[in-house]
T-cell receptor, first 115, second 112 residues
Framework: DTEVTQTPKHLVMGMTNKKSLKCEQH?????MYWYKQKAKKPPELMFV???????INESVPSRFSPECPNSSLLNLHLHALQPEDSALYLC??????????????FGPGTRLLVL | GDSVTQMEGPVTLSEEAFLTINCTYT??????LFWYVQYPGEGLQLLLK?????DKGSNKGFEATYRKETTSFHLEKGSVQVSDSAVYFC???????????FGKGTTLSVSS
């Protein structure tokens, strides 16, 4: 089973709202990722968690706050977003320690619209 | 730094036509190479991968061979279907395995 699940599927929020995106995997992977994808563009890496610790933050604005409560779950907390943050947010997971052979498996994404 | 270049398309084909989407890469060391597919309104799905030179990845009739001498990983399918219409991303995994470097994506549209 190579399934990564994400909720919600769609989210509309105002610029003053606080919301959270959730991601879950049961493949025993110990690395999890958040990506942002704008229309007709490749995904852009935002954050990487390895063994539940934040290992990469690609200079993402503080209005995005990741959290990894356990090895299966990854959250992305959203606060005071801007309309330009509207995008598809993808979660992925992989098993670290395999070097270049590490394979990332993606979820279906949350489509976010900020009004 | 490492990079991936792929033909941007769009590629428009009739059903049962032969498909080639070119992908070349620049990398230090020995990266793994991947093709991901994104159907409309969905996330990315791993289509196939190859982890060393001369490896051939294959899945659902698609194939790609890791060519180190030409630094290429071209995607091919002998007979495309309407259901293959999607965006295809070529990607490589850096030596540490922590980052996927994507090409810009190629949109494929297949008509019946």
């Amino acid at each position: 089973d190579t399934e990564v699940t994400q909720t919600p599927k769609h989210l509309v929020m105002g610029m003053t709202n606080k919301k959270s995106l959730k991601c879950e995997q049961h493949m025993g992977h110990r690395a999890m990722y958040w990506y942002k994808q704008k229309a007709k563009k490749p995904p852009e890496l935002m954050f990487v968690y390895s063994y539940e610790k934040l290992s990469i933050n690609e200079s993402v604005p503080s209005r995005f706050s990741p959290e990894c409560p356990n090895s299966s779950l990854l959250n992305l907390h959203l606060h005071a977003l801007q309309p330009e943050d509207s995008a598809l947010y993808l979660c992925a997971s992989s098993q670290p320690g395999q070097g270049a052979q590490e394979t990332q498996y993606f979820g279906p994404g949350t489509r976010l619209l900020v009004l | 730094g490492d990079s991936v270049t792929q033909m941007e398309g769009p590629v428009t084909l009739s059903e049962e036509a032969f498909l080639t989407i070119n992908c070349t890469y620049t990398a230090t060391g020995y990266p793994s190479l991947f093709w991901y597919v994104q159907y409309p309104g969905e996330g990315l799905q791993l289509l196939l991968k190859a982890t060393k030179a001369d490896d051939k990845g294959s899945n659902k009739g698609f194939e790609a061979t890791y060519r180190k001498e030409t630094t290429s990983f071209h995607l091919e399918k002998g007979s495309v279907q309407v259901s293959d219409s999607a965006v295809y991303f070529c990607a490589l995994s850096d030596q540490a395995g922590t980052a996927l470097i994507f090409g810009k994506g190629t949109t494929l549209s297949v008509s019946s």
